[in-house]
């Protein structure tokens, strides 16, 4: 089993940043990427961008792309996403997750989620 916990969603204006932190815990070791996903009311939940283990290797949506930044603190088994230049279209509640699949930008391949945090862009 592997826990996810999201932090750092909040309010903040268009044009704000934010960073969000997902700490695991548990059988990490089989994970071969971490991401973040995010869902809207109304909306299915989309891939926003993912980092591979060794965190050489990242991948991001198009929408995010120039104005997010994924990374990893693998002594701390902590995953980050730097949120810049934030657009009121960013407003939806962020998941992290963990796969065992190289198709990191499908749900379905995701085996733990977190709770979410919500972040919400003001215009």
């Known amino acids: 089993q592997v826990q996810l916990v999201e932090s750092g969603g909040g309010l903040v204006q268009a044009g704000g940043s934010l960073r969000l932190s997902c700490a695991a815990s548990?059988?990490?070791?089989?994970?071969?990427?971490t991401a973040w996903f995010r869902q809207a009311p109304g909306k299915e939940r989309e891939f926003v961008a993912a980092i591979r283990w060794s965190g050489d290797i990242t991948f991001y949506a198009d929408s995010v792309k120039g104005r997010f930044t994924i990374s990893r603190d693998n002594a701390k088994i902590t995953v980050y996403l730097q949120m810049n230049s934030l657009k009121p279209e960013d407003t939806a509640v962020y998941y992290c997750?963990?796969?065992?699949?190289?198709?990191?930008?499908?749900?379905?391949?995701?085996?733990?989620w977190g709770q979410g945090t919500q972040v919400t862009v003001s215009s």
């Open positions: 997750a963990n796969t065992k699949s190289i198709f990191v930008r499908t749900p379905s391949n995701y085996d733990y």
């Open positions: 548990g059988r990490t070791f089989s994970t071969y990427a």
